[in-house]
């Protein structure tokens, strides 16, 4: 099946800092989707993102299909982006997502 | 609101005592599934059902069963619960319009078996 690896597995930013999470796959995907588990284990739907930008507020994601890459950027961090980032993508008829093992973002003052 | 409703939030348990944990959705998905979430190991699919009564195992069915007797609903049932079932679980729905298919979560059901 497809392979998730998501860098880096740990970070910690001071507050207002910038970061980028990466998100690498093995196939080609028809569905990419960026996740942010709050400490409180919820998960939230950040980006739908096969291909192309997006945009949100602090928070902005490019998916290169052809290299086989996503990154999300995080600008002007505050606490409340603490948590873990999860990548997940679908690939062709596959009917599930796969995800990756996330990146620990801890965002302190 | 658009959203998918776990219960319980969490459960502590003994091995052997069969439970279910429960979800819903209002969005009227055709598409639901369920994960377990372990460290190191990130999320999983259980099972997954495209629509009412059609379901199919994901990458770690064993010990788990589901149904999908009307499109709201899909529990999660453990016959026998072990101690290696003690992980957090989520339930999921999905749609596709235009062929932009997007997953919703439930708030996650941290169960743990004793």
């Known amino acids: 099946g497809i392979q998730v690896e998501q860098s880096p597995p740990d970070l910690i930013l001071q507050e207002g800092a910038n970061s980028t999470l990466r998100c690498n796959f093995s196939d080609s995907v028809n569905n990419l989707q960026w996740f942010h588990q709050n400490p409180w284990g919820q998960l939230i739907n950040l980006f739908y993102?096969?291909?192309g930008t997006k945009q949100n507020g602090r928070l902005s994601a490019t998916t290169v299909a052809t290299e086989r890459y996503s990154l999300l950027y995080i600008s002007s961090s505050q606490t409340t982006d603490s948590g873990v980032y999860f990548c997940a993508v679908r690939a062709g008829t596959a009917s599930k997502l796969t995800f990756g093992t996330g990146t620990r973002l801890q965002v302190t003052l | 609101e658009a959203q998918v409703t776990q219960n319980p939030r969490y459960l502590i348990t003994v091995t052997g005592k069969k439970l279910t944990v429960t979800c819903s959705q209002n969005m009227n998905h055709e598409y639901m599934s369920w994960y377990r979430q372990d460290p190191g190991l990130g999320l999983r699919q259980i099972y997954y059902?495209?629509?009412?009564?059609?379901?199919d195992k994901g990458d770690v069915p064993e010990g788990y069963k589901v149904s999908r007797k009307e499109k709201r609903n899909f529990p999660l049932i453990l016959e026998s619960p072990s101690p290696n079932q003690t992980s957090l679980y989520f339930c999921?729905?999905?749609?596709?319009?235009?062929?932009?298919?997007?997953?919703?979560f439930g708030q996650g059901t941290r169960l743990t078996v004793v």
């Open positions: 993102i096969p291909s």
């Open positions: 059902s495209m629509n009412v009564e059609v379901t």
């Open positions: 999921a729905s999905s749609f596709s319009v235009g062929g932009r298919p997007k997953a919703f």
